[in-house]
């Protein structure tokens, strides 16, 4: 492997390391950082990506390195912080609720491997974003809402496995990194980890709202244009 290849795998381990980081601090208790660790990895996993396209290296071995970085971090992290933070309730439905989650995530990975990639959409929601959600709630200012972060969970991997189509916003995304990290440490780190989820849940809600209503806005932009320009009409 090159040393340009390293970086970005670097930058994938890092958060495959936040991944496993926040598995510890979930079986520990430690509630707040497994979901600020799972955060964090969101922050690599964007970067990683970035890096490759731009040192040129991107290619099928670092997007199969991302992919199962992102099944553990971002589908089997969550679904633990989910299953030990309720820990008092039944076995059945956590687990079914957590197996479910993290069973969507690696489907939608699959798929995005499989598949044609497009550089305007994803075809369903991506687990990064999945993942950070299903964490906030879980922890965040509804902590403690069992059947409210149970039914997330199941919704959350139900948009994984659709094929709705939700922004890539890969131009946004490359531009707004450099000023991502001083502006995410201190959010971070801020010492309420309910205004922490509050800020990830907004921002991933926002995304997630804007994916749904893709469809509709688009579906309708091409109908004025269709009709203005007169496509599609059988008159001369």
């Known amino acids: 492997m090159r040393l340009r290849q390293c970086v970005p795998a670097a930058i994938t381990v890092l958060a495959l390391a936040c991944g496993l980081a926040s598995f510890e601090a979930a079986r520990g208790e430690h509630w707040e950082w497994s979901f600020r660790l799972i955060l964090l990895a969101a922050v690599f996993d964007g970067f990683d ?68 990639a497009s550089r305007s959409s994803f075809s369903g929601l991506p687990i990064t974003a999945a993942g950070v959600l299903f964490a906030a709630v879980t922890t965040g200012p509804l902590a403690g809402q069992y059947v409210f972060a149970s039914i997330a969970g199941l919704l959350l ?42 800020i990830a849940a907004a921002g991933i809600g926002l995304y997630l709202v804007l994916g749904l209503l893709s469809r509709f806005v688009n579906h309708e932009g091409s109908s004025v244009v269709a009709e203005v320009t007169g496509a599609g009409s059988t008159q001369p």
């Not at 679904?79 to 479910?100: E, M, N």
């Open 49 to 116: 990506g970035v890096l490759a396209r731009r040192l040129a290296v991107a290619g099928p071995m670092g997007q199969q390195l991302d992919s199962l970085s992102d099944v553990v971090t971002f589908g089997a992290a969550p679904a633990f912080l989910f299953i030990s933070y309720y820990s008092g309730s039944p076995d059945v439905i956590r687990f079914t609720v957590a197996l479910v989650f993290l069973a969507a995530g690696m489907f939608r990975l699959a798929r995005y491997n499989t598949r044609p």
């Open 157 to 198: 991997g139900a948009l994984m496995v659709s094929t709705h189509p939700f922004p890539t916003m890969s131009r946004a995304r490359a531009r707004m990194l450099p000023l991502l990290v001083p502006v995410f440490i201190p959010v971070m780190l801020w010492p309420h980890v309910d205004t922490v989820a509050l």
